[in-house]
Every structure is written in structure tokens, then in C-alpha cells.
């Protein structure tokens, strides 16, 4: 059976409850930027009836170029993040690549994202855990849904039930991803709220040289699919100009499509859901 997720004191994730809608930017490039991106989903979920977490990364450590941009750091993301929570008043999520930034972060973040490619890592599952944060698992690109058991238990070992596992599709081939619509109910039987990726799915990990590659015309009709398959909610990298993005441009959602795709996926899930 599985158990819904309390994000802190906002709302509940999983069976029951609204869909759930990560979305924000790639990585943090300016507090202008995170500020306008927040107030305009903020406005379109909760026109929609959606809960909102607003994401952001404030280091992506995995960029493919030494000189592609990988965001403010640390201690200037969590200001930023901190600042976008309390202005607007929803729960944020970021990654966390090391073990010695878990404390840190937990002190401003409602949930604790581990990438795709470190979700084996069991120090840093566990220190995820014992921070009484939610943890965000992304599924790795080379791991098969059930193999997520394993991070989910070293996650509850640890003392923490609060886990949301997200489908970011898997490798087939070079510099390609495909997405699996079993992996949802298989994740969803381990009993955790399950998120699905649109825009790292259509990913093309390395395609364009020195950075990654994208097809984001495909967005809408996986996460129709990926809805329809039955999931708790969607993680979606969106900009309002997504040719300037200074990260995963090329996979990211015009902000101005948001509304009408979400639109079209809530009259799918409440089919699904049958509400």
C-alpha cells in the first residue's frame, strides 16, 4: 500500500490528493529570473488546483563542458531559494551532490533532490534521510524501476518515509533516453509517491558537443502518456525563453505552454484517478 507525503506543512502527495507540480528553472541564474518564473506557476497552479514546489538547481555538478554554466553555488542559491519560498510562499526543492551540503540545505529546502547518477550513493542517501527532509530520488539512467527498492530502503533504514522517487528515463543508446510507462506502477508498488520527469526524458544526454542536447516537442505527448500511466505528479524544467537558458535550454518548457499542457493533463488524471 502506499503511503501519501507530507511536504512539510503545505500539502500531501500521493493517492487522494492533488497532483503535484515541480517546476521552475534548471539552475538558479539570477533572483530575477527565479522570482518572475515562481510567481507565474504559482499563479497557474493554483488557478488549476495544482500543488506547487518551486525547483531550481543551485550547482549542477554534472554539466558534459568544464566551462558550462553550473549556477551561483551553495550558499548564494539557498539565499535565493530561501528568499522565492518566503516571498511567494511555496516549498522548494534542490539537488544535493555532496554529503557536506545536506545540513545546509535542509535548513531552507522542504525536499532534498538526489540526481539521477549519485542515487546509489549511500552516504548521501542516508544523510538525506536523517535530515527529516523530504527526499526526491531520481531514478538513474542505467537502474531498472525495481531497482529502486534498494534506495528506498536504505532511505527508510535511516528513519525517513517521506521519499518521492521520479522517472527520468533510461539510457538506450548513445546520447538518447526512452521512457518506460511501466516504470510508474512498478515504482509506485514500493510505496512512494511517484513524479514523472517530462524534461529530463527528452533529454539528449551530450548530443549537441559540449552540452546536452534536447527535444522538447516531445514533452507534451510523454507527459500525457506518463499521466494517463498514473502518476503522483510531474517534474517539468521551465523559462520563459528557453533558446537563452543558460542550462538544458533545448529540454526546457516555454513558460507560456505551462498552463495549456497542465490543462490537458488534469482532464486526463482526474479520468485516471476517477474523480
Known amino acids: 500500500m502506499m503511503d501519501s507525503v507530507s511536504v512539510r506543512d503545505f500539502f ?49 555538478a554534472n554539466r558534459t563542458s568544464l566551462g558550462s554554466y553550473r549556477g551561483p553555488g551553495l550558499t548564494e542559491g539557498l539565499r535565493i531559494l530561501a528568499a522565492v519560498r518566503q516571498e511567494f510562499g511555496v516549498p522548494v526543492i534542490s539537488d544535493v551532490h555532496d554529503v557536506n551540503q545536506v545540513e545546509q540545505a535542509a535548513e531552507v529546502l522542504d525536499i532534498l533532490q538526489i540526481p539521477a547518477f549519485l542515487c546509489r ?22 537502474l531498472a524501476p525495481w531497482d529502486m527498492e534498494h534506495a528506498v530502503g536504505k532511505i527508510r533504514a535511516s528513519g525517513n518515509s517521506n521519499i518521492l522517487l521520479t522517472e527520468r528515463g533510461v539510457t538506450l543508446g548513445y546520447n538518447n533516453l ?5 516504470s ?22 551530450g ?9 522538447r516537442q516531445f514533452i507534451a505527448p510523454l507527459t500525457r502518456a506518463a499521466v494517463a500511466a498514473g502518476v503522483d505528479g510531474l517534474f517539468l524544467e ?16 516555454p513558460l507560456d505552454q505551462l ?5 490537458t493533463i488534469l482532464a486526463i488524471h482526474r479520468m485516471v484517478d476517477g474523480s
Do not use: W
Open 178 to 182: 526512452v521512457v518506460d510507462m511501466r
Open 238 to 253: 521551465v523559462h520563459p525563453d528557453p533558446d537563452k537558458a543558460l542550462c538544458d535550454g533545448p529540454n526546457s518548457l
Open 207 to 215: 548530443g549537441a558537443g559540449g552540452s546536452s542536447g534536447g527535444q
Open 12 to 60: 500531501r502527495v500521493g493517492p487522494g490528493n492533488p497532483l503535484l507540480l515541480i517546476a521552475g528553472p534548471c539552475v538558479l541564474e539570477s533572483e530575477e529570473v527565479a522570482r518572475s518564473i515562481a510567481a507565474r506557476v504559482k499563479e497557474v497552479a493554483g488557478r488549476l488546483g495544482v500543488s506547487f514546489v518551486f525547483k531550481a538547481s543551485f550547482d549542477k
Open 184 to 205: 510508474f506502477p512498478i515504482m509506485r508498488s514500493l510505496g512512494c509517491p511517484v513524479i514523472y520527469d517530462a524534461t529530463h526524458s527528452v533529454q539528449l544526454p
Open 259 to 263: 498552463e495549456p499542457l497542465l490543462k
Open 121 to 142: 550513493q549511500t552516504d548521501l542517501l542516508v544523510a538525506a534521510a536523517r535530515s527529516g527532509r523530504v527526499v526526491n530520488v531520481k531514478k538513474g539512467q542505467f
